[in-house]
């Protein structure tokens, strides 16, 4: 059992649900729940590993992932194959899954920042990316490095980060009116004399 001390209620919480999904699995999975944790040691420095990367997750989503895993694996899981069920369990805030945020970064069209997004988090994870890599390499160079820096940024957002609007220059009819046809005229005669066209 990981020890509480002297922490922010919410640590408590977690804590906690660190210990309620352990038990869970060593109820679900008991002989390879002892073959892996042979000892109280060993168990304890698992449950920390786990506490601090699961941190970013409600003790609910803990849980509900951890019912995912039962659900759906006859081995107990890893720490990697835990996230992804607390991040299929429940919608976080709104956040896609990051299957879906790679997708939705992938297939998004240019400027970006016109680009209806279904969260800002699947935008920044494809601007700290690289939109040309998301567009031109393999998805399975592409996608680690996508999933990595999103669930960052969903971690991030846990932690009350706000991300920054997205500024746009669109511009409605009345404030950017079309140019006649004289007007366009006179523009593209100018731009040749600018280029020496003749």
Known sequence: MIEAGPAPEHATHLIDAINQVFALFRLNYHNQFYSAYSNTELLNQAKRLWLEALSYFSEEQLLLGARRV???SDYLPTLNRMIQCCEESVSNGGLPSPRSAYQEACNAPSPKTAFNWSHLAVYYAGLKTGWYRLSNESESSSYPSYQENYRRICRDIAQGQQLTPLIT?????????????????ARLLQLKKQLELD
Do not use: M
């Open 169 to 185: 220059s669109q511009l409605n009819d009345e404030q950017k009116p079309a140019l006649s046809n004289e007007e366009s005229r």
């Open 70 to 72: 039962i659900e759906t």
